[in-house]
């Protein structure tokens, strides 16, 4: 069950994200990927930060936490192929 929760909450994540960052049309796969990936750069800025604590607990929670990583994922992927 974990794993689909996962998932889902990867494919909304991304699919903010990329509404966000004005990216083009992404798939369901690279949504749930970015999403997912979001989550886990989340996971180290946060607490680096000191505001990883209050994140954890509900569904909409994981996919603010998870939304805010994608998008610093599309940023920074947008940065290096403009380099």
């Known amino acids: 069950m ?3 929760v996962a998932l889902i909450v990867g494919a909304i994540a991304g699919w903010l ?11 369901l796969l690279v949504n749930i990927v970015v999403g997912i990936l979001g989550a886990v750069i989340a996971s180290f800025v946060f607490p680096a930060l000191g505001m990883g604590a209050g994140m ?7 996919i603010i936490y998870a939304t805010i990583g994608a998008v610093i994922l599309l940023v920074i992927l947008r940065l290096v192929n403009r380099a």
């Open 17 to 27: 994200a990329g509404l966000l960052v004005k990216g083009h049309g992404q798939g």
């Open 56 to 62: 954890q607990g509900s569904i909409v929670a994981a």
């Open 2 to 4: 974990g794993l689909i």
